[in-house]
């Protein structure tokens, strides 16, 4: 089974829904990340929570909101979709003591 | 601020070696990164190294960094077509937080 798990995988939603993206992680990290990834722009930074009680803006956090349910589950909304939100979504853990992310396999999301 | 940059693409021959390039604008980072992402893949970890280093070796892959140039590179000799993906630079801007800042990535392309 996978460290970091993003679900759904793909998604297609309309223009003006809500819609939500989960992350579960088995690694036991504090720190989740969501980061977004569009041609040409690598990944960039939405949110991050250095624990339960700990959520910063990234940023790109114009649009998004996340939840940190648990120390394990770190989910990303966005409240109105957009086209402009078409990217691929990512979820990453990471531990301070060993300076590296651990991603989980991405989320495709296209709004149309 | 904090920027990375790398050039889009890279093709080699099977068997050169590969040079894959990266300039930084934070010089407190204090760790670089190289990830590879393969296709409908998430992010690997390659290697890091620690911004008092200026090389790091780990079997194909050598690191060099240039703190001065703020220059990173990573090379992998002997380069397979199983090499080919995305490499992505990045770094930890100053602050102590694992926040990846990345580049937009490197497409390397192997042909026989």
């Known amino acids: 089974d996978a460290d970091v798990t993003q679900t759904p995988r793909n998604r297609i939603t309309k223009t003006g829904k809500r819609i939500m993206l989960e992350c579960s992680q088995t690694k036991g990290h504090d720190r989740m990340y969501w980061y977004r990834q569009d041609p040409g722009l690598g990944l960039r930074l939405i949110y991050y929570s250095f624990d339960v009680k700990d959520i910063n803006k990234g940023e790109i956090s114009d649009g998004y909101s996340v939840s940190r349910q648990a120390q394990a589950k770190f989910s990303l909304s966005l409240e109105s979709a957009i086209p402009n939100q078409t990217a691929l979504y990512f979820c990453?853990?990471?531990?301070?003591?060993?300076?590296?992310?651990?991603f989980g396999q991405g989320t495709r999301l296209t709004v149309v | 601020g904090e920027d990375v940059e790398q050039s889009l693409f890279l093709s080699v021959r099977e068997g050169d070696s590969s040079v894959i390039n990266c300039t930084y604008t934070d010089s407190s980072s204090t760790y670089l990164y190289w990830y590879k992402q393969e296709p409908g893949a998430g992010l690997q970890l390659l290697t890091y190294i620690f911004s008092n280093m200026d090389m790091k070796q780990d079997q194909r892959l050598t690191v060099l960094l240039n703190k001065k140039d703020k220059h990173l590179s990573l090379r992998i000799a002997d380069t397979q077509t199983g090499d080919s993906a995305i490499y992505f630079c990045?770094?930890?801007?100053?602050?102590?937080?694992?926040?990846?800042?990345f580049g937009a990535g490197t497409r390397l392309a192997v042909h026989p």
């Open positions: 990453a853990t990471s531990d301070p003591g060993r300076n590296e992310a651990f």
């Open positions: 990045a770094e930890t801007p100053s602050g102590g937080y694992n926040k990846l800042i």
